[in-house]
């Protein structure tokens, strides 16, 4: 079974540019979840989807921030315009049921 | 606010030797979940202890849970070179299990 997928591995960008983060989950999961993990800080809550319904996006920082899940498959986290504060590491991970959140090897962000 | 709080920061052993790490928390929980994340990978999910169990094994680990104390212990019994990670709790709340709240992470080191 392939495990959740995030593309890219590594996004280097400019202040003020876009930059669109991709996860696909683990096929059959409903439940998918973006975290992020910014310097020398705890890994944090960003939101999460069932299917392609947002439940719950408290942790999404602002509004430069925008995350989808058209079709209830894999979800993109847009960053527009990003900030020098943005760069971190973003992880999504997916689940059958809520208990056991299976994790993506993160996509390190760094903007410059 | 940080829910989870790993103790020692980073810990080094040598191979053969047991490894104990700590994780304390705020707020009740629904579960907590020790992770595992090697250098430049995803987090792995290693066990899932619930707020109504005490102590649970998978191989060579094993989970403690206090719920009177917030608190847990993750056990690493024979310690292997190929333990040498970043391992971090991570508590589910009882209102919203979805979200999980993670620790900064203990810096585990195997020597050979």
């Known amino acids: 079974e392939a495990g959740v997928t995030q593309f890219p591995s590594h996004s280097v960008i400019e202040k003020g540019q876009t930059v669109t983060l991709r996860c696909d989950p683990i096929?059959?999961?409903?439940?998918l979840y973006w975290y992020r993990r910014v310097m020398g800080k705890e890994i944090k809550f960003l939101l999460h989807f069932v299917k392609e319904s947002k439940q719950d996006e408290s942790g999404m920082p602002n509004n430069r921030f925008l995350a989808e899940r058209t079709g209830g498959t894999y979800s993109t986290l847009k960053v527009q315009p990003a900030e020098l504060e943005d760069s971190g590491v973003y992880f999504c991970?997916?689940?059958?049921?809520?208990?056991?959140?299976?994790f993506g090897p993160g996509t390190r962000l760094t903007v410059t | 606010s940080q829910q989870g709080e790993e103790d020692p920061q980073a810990l080094s052993i040598q191979e053969g030797e047991n490894a104990t790490m700590n994780c304390s928390y705020k707020?009740?929980?629904?579960?907590l979940q020790w992770y595992r994340q090697n250098s430049g990978r995803g987090l792995v999910h290693l066990i899932l202890?619930?707020?109504?169990?005490r102590e649970k094994h998978s191989g060579r680990l094993r989970v403690t849970l206090d719920t009177s104390k917030k608190s847990s212990s993750l056990l690493i019994t024979a310690s292997r070179a190929a333990d040498t990670a970043s391992y971090f709790c991570?508590?589910?709340?009882?209102?919203?299990?979805?979200?999980?709240?993670f620790g900064a992470g203990t810096t585990v080191t195997v020597r050979a």
């Open positions: 707020t009740s929980i629904n579960n």
């Open positions: 202890i619930r707020s109504n169990e």
């Open positions: 991970a997916s689940s059958h049921r809520t208990a056991e959140q299976y």
């Open positions: 096929s059959g999961h409903d439940n």
């Open positions: 991570a508590t589910a709340g009882r209102s919203n299990d979805y979200k999980l709240s």
